[in-house]
């Protein structure tokens, strides 16, 4: 059965930057086309899709965030982490890692854990930006 969980800091204070990891267990990170994604849901809105790392190491962004994201991967620990910089409190949301996420398919109304936008999701994690 494949997990994934994420982890990070709860609250970040702005201008800093934000480190979320998302550990996978039951597949490889490194696994021929399999895409690895962060997507978020600031409260009171729908999802929204941050980015995708890919099994041969490709990114591909959002390209509202571009700027201020980066997302790396360590094969070894099976995991890969998003590195948001520069944070403001509208980075505040619920971030979730994904697996084989469709983007394209996010709508108003999508919900986290739709399997047909991401096959498989973690369980979320709260990051709040404030001072």
């Known amino acids: 059965q494949v997990q994934l969980r994420e982890s990070g800091p709860g609250l970040v204070k702005p201008s800093q930057t934000l480190f979320l990891t998302c550990t996978v267990s039951?597949?490889?990170?490194?696994?021929?086309?399999?895409?690895w994604s962060w997507i978020r849901q600031p409260p009171g809105t729908g999802l929204e899709w941050v980015g995708t790392i890919g099994y041969n190491g490709n990114t591909y962004y959002n390209p509202s965030l571009r700027s201020r994201t980066s997302i790396s991967r360590d094969t070894s620990k099976n995991q890969f982490t998003l590195q948001l910089n520069s944070v403001t409190p509208e980075d505040t949301a619920v971030y979730y890692c994904?697996?084989?996420?469709?983007?394209?398919?996010?709508?108003?109304?999508?919900?986290?854990?739709?399997?047909?936008?991401?096959?498989?999701w973690g369980q979320g994690t709260q990051v709040t930006v404030s001072s």
């Open positions: 994904g697996r084989d996420c469709s983007p394209g398919r996010i709508v108003n109304t999508s919900v986290a854990a739709d399997t047909t936008i991401c096959k498989v």
């Open positions: 039951g597949d490889s990170i490194a696994s021929v086309l399999r895409y």
